[in-house]
C-alpha cells in the first residue's frame, strides 16, 4: 500500500456484493486486508457475507442495501458513507445482469431500468468516488465488464453494446486519471460461474457447454486485481477468453456476426433443462 494512507485500513466498495464475482472480489479484498462496504439488494445475504468476512479477515464490514435500477441509489450509498466518515479506495463496480428480451419485444421500463443498473450506476458510483481518491492520491476502480463488449451483438440484444461501453469509458477515465495515483481497469470476464445464467432464466447453460469455456469467479478476480494493481486498461481474464478475444479481433465483422448465436431466443433454449 502507498505512504499517504498507511495510518487507516483502506476500505473497498463492492456493488453486487451478495453472488458470483462481486462475492468473490469482497472475499478477495477482504482477506488483502481491505475494510469493506458490500451492496446490493438482497439484505440478509449480504449481512451473513460480511459477518463471514469480519470474522474470518478481522476487518470492517459494512452493507448498504440499494438497487442501482433507482437513479438514486448512488448518491444515497454515497451520503451514508460521508455521514459515517467512511472513504472510498477501491470501487469494484461489479452488479450486472442480463436481459431475457430484446429491445423490440421488452418493456420499456424494464430496458431503461437495465440500462441504469449497466451504463449509468457504474458511471455515477465512479464520479462519487473519484474526488476523494484524486485527493488522497491512491486509488482503484475496477469495472466488470465482459468479453462480450468484443462480440457482435446477438440480434436485439443490449448486453455486448452496454460492456462496449463500459470497456470504453472505463479505458478513458484510466487515462485521465494517469500519474494520480488511481488506477482504472475494465475486467473482462468470459463464462464464469456465478447466478448469472439462472436469473437468465437458462441454469443449465453451463452443463451444456464445454467445461474448458467456463472459469470460476475466484480466478477472475485474482487475475482482474492483479491487472488493476498494475493499472492496466483492460484485462480478459483466462487464457480460453484470451484467445476468443483475439479471433474476434482478427474476424472480419460479418463472419464474427455468423458465429454467434442467431438470436437471444436460441441462447435460452440451448440453457434450459
Ligand atoms: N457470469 C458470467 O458468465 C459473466 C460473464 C461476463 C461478465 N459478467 C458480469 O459480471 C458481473 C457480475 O455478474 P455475476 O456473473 O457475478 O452475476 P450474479 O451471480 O447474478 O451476481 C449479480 C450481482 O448483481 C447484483 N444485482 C443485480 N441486480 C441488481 C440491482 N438492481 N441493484 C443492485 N444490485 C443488483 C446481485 O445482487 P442482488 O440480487 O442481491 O441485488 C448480485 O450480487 C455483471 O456485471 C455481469 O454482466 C458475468
Redesign the pocket.
Known sequence: MEESTKSRRRTALV??????????FAAHLAAQGFDLVL????LD??QSLAERLQSEHQIDCRVIP?????PE?PRRIFYELARDEIEIDVLVN?????LQETLLTHDWREIA?FME??AV?WLHLSKLALPGMLDRGYGRIAN?????AFAPEPPGSL?SGI?AQMVTTSRGLRRECLGTGVHVTAV????????????LGIPELPNKMPRWM?QN?DAVVSEAWRACERNRPVVVTGKVNKVFRLLLALMPDGLAEKCMPKSISRIRNRGRD
Open positions: 456493488t453486487g456484493a451478495s453472488a458470483g464475482i462481486g462475492e468473490a451492496t446490493s439488494r438482497r445475504v449480504l440499494a438497487d442501482l435500477t433507482d441509489s461489479n452488479a450486472g445482469l442480463g431500468a443498473i449497466m450506476a466488470v465488464a465482459s468479453l462480450a448486453y460492456k473482462c470476464p468470459g463464462y464464469t460461474h456465478t447466478e448469472f445464467h439462472s436469473r467456463w469467479a
